[in-house]
């Protein structure tokens, strides 16, 4: 053999092992292999949305509830259009396989009834959003990036939110406490320590309220119960106006709290704070945190 | 009003309702497109063959199932007001799901219809155990609306517990054919042995419609007979609770439909029965998932709409 077929055959054999070289990630459900890189993906949850925005890959369609402003608006400004493929909590089966997408990514939590089903339709990449960590939907973003082919991408775009929010927390009160929570009409939510939001919280050097013992992420809390809690400061995302919140204002135990006697009940977004869970969305929760605790 | 020939017209309706199920959804297939759709590798494959065909052929046998058990209780308890949920099975199996759902979110979801069935059976054995062999069709009603009660606020209970789990729990709970394919129909398929039971029981059924006294006078053991047909649709509705979730109304508005147009002979009730069933479903599940795609209602929803309005009219009209 000569030098020169060695060189071709080697050659050959390199650019092929390139194309071909197939992705193999830990989801859910087990081993998820790919060996192509996605060009029409479609997104079950907001969080992958935002992950996908952090890589500048936009979905074509996305289970947006059918409200289009669900979806934050730095993540629109980056992915363009889309089609909705109806609710999270069920979405239409007929869209997506309309769509010919070829990676569907679906939430655990939400979408292992109809798994085997979206496998029919494309391959299914299936991790954790709803009630994941901060740490976990960094983490989950991070496979995300290399099931799409933009793994060193997705690399530096996680350095570059730890520095962002390393530098938010520079003009953060150190170890204020800062307590989050969702008011529906009937009913208030708080984001625990095990929450997504708190662990944003913790990432900006602020610290948790302590919401006593309670492993799950979202707590239910009377108002009596958010005396004995007292945090320093409640941001709340309202769901719908007066929650509960705006109720509990008129009555007098309100003012015993912390919050009531110095002014630090503050209004977030829920979008922001509890629907998207993702990276573009901690950085916003960042900026919301220094307009509120900066602004005296 | 009763129908000349009640079996042409309910044949026909279902099948050019199958067909519009088949057509129509998020996203419309014009009827030429159909059967090539059911090649494979053809566009609509999927949509076609893996998941309208299967829910719709689900909502056919759903419809059927829960409708037959509402006639053959409402056959038994003589009341036209009684319906499978009277026996609690169907708040059992929903409480059994819930327990499920609460206690073992981490855990797979394929366990679900197991676990609903087994609640549901488990249900009817209690009221079995309470009410004795021989107990008359008012005190068996009055136990199995008790029980069903004693479930439901054990639902309530859990749901206002644990609070998190409500979303998923309630979607189940509103009964819905969403993500229903191949996999829950050959579920429910084994089920299908009841129906020939049903029709077996039908003429006994007429007979007991006099009164037990009359009915055991012409050679009908009431006790045994109540025993079997209740059995029957124990098994029915608990088959279908625990794939579809528990679908409101249909056993309490299919039966009285039919009775209206065919009469209460159950040799044509049972049959018609089960094909207005079949319809009732097929355009519950058309209505929520064309109404305002691509968001999916559940189908329960759809039943629960057009069910508690008649519901309410029947109890002011029986006097």
Known sequence: MTRFSSYVITCVVLLFSVITQATTVQDSKGTFTIDYQPKRIIVLEFSFADALAAVNVSPIGIADDKDPTRVLKDVRDIIGDWTSVGTRSQPSLEV??????????????????????????????????????????????????????????????????????MELAKQLPHNAEVQFGVARDDALFLHTADSYAGGVIRALGLTNAETGRDDSAYRQTGLEQLVAINPEYLLIGHYVTPSIIDKWQNEPLWSVLKVARNKHLYKVNPNVWSKSRGIVA??????????????? | MKQSRPFPTLITGMLILIIANLMFGAVSIPLNEILKGFQQGSDNYFTLHEYRLPRTLLAVLVGAMM????????????????????????????????????????????????????????????????????????????TGVALAALYASGVDFLMLVKPLEINNALLWLTGSLWGRGWHQLMMILPWLLLIPVAFWLAKSLNLIHLGDDTAMSLG?????LRLVSLAVAVGLTASCVAVCGPIGFLGLVAPHLTRKLVGGRHQTLLPATMLV???????????????????????????????????????????
Not at chain 1, 287 to 295: G, P, T
Not at chain 2, 69 to 97: F, T, W, Y
């Open chain 1, 96 to 165: 997506i396989a309309s769509l010919k997408p070829d990676l569907i990514i679906a939430d655990i939590a939400r979408h292992e009834a109809v798994y085997k089903d979206l496998q029919k339709i494309a391959p299914t990449l299936i991790l954790p959003s709803r009630r994941e960590t901060y740490e976990g939907s960094l983490k989950a973003a991070g496979i995300i990036g290399k099931v799409v082919g933009k793994d060193s991408a997705m690399q530096t775009r996680l350095q570059k939110h730890k520095t962002i929010m």
């Open chain 1, 282 to 296: 901690a950085e916003r929760m960042g900026q919301d945190l220094i307009k509120i605790l900066n602004a005296k």
């Open chain 2, 67 to 142: 409708a037959l058990s509402g006639a053959l209780v409402q056959g038994v308890i003589r009341n036209p007001l009684a319906s499978p949920d009277v026996l609690g099975v169907s708040h059992g199996a929903g409480l059994a799901a819930v327990i499920y759902m609460t206690y073992f979110p981490a855990s797979s979801i394929d366990w679900l219809p197991a676990v609903a069935l087994v609640g549901g059976l488990l249900a009817a054995l209690i009221l079995w155990w309470l009410c004795g062999q021989s107990s008359s069709a008012i005190k068996l009603a009055i």
């Open chain 2, 220 to 224: 009908i053991n009431a006790n045994k």
């Open chain 2, 277 to 319: 069933g079949a319809i009732l479903l097929l355009v519950a599940d058309l209505v929520a998932r064309t109404i305002d795609p691509p968001i999916e209602l559940p189908a329960g929803l759809m039943t629960a709409i057009i069910g508690a309005p008649y519901f309410l009219w029947l109890l002011f009209r029986t006097k």
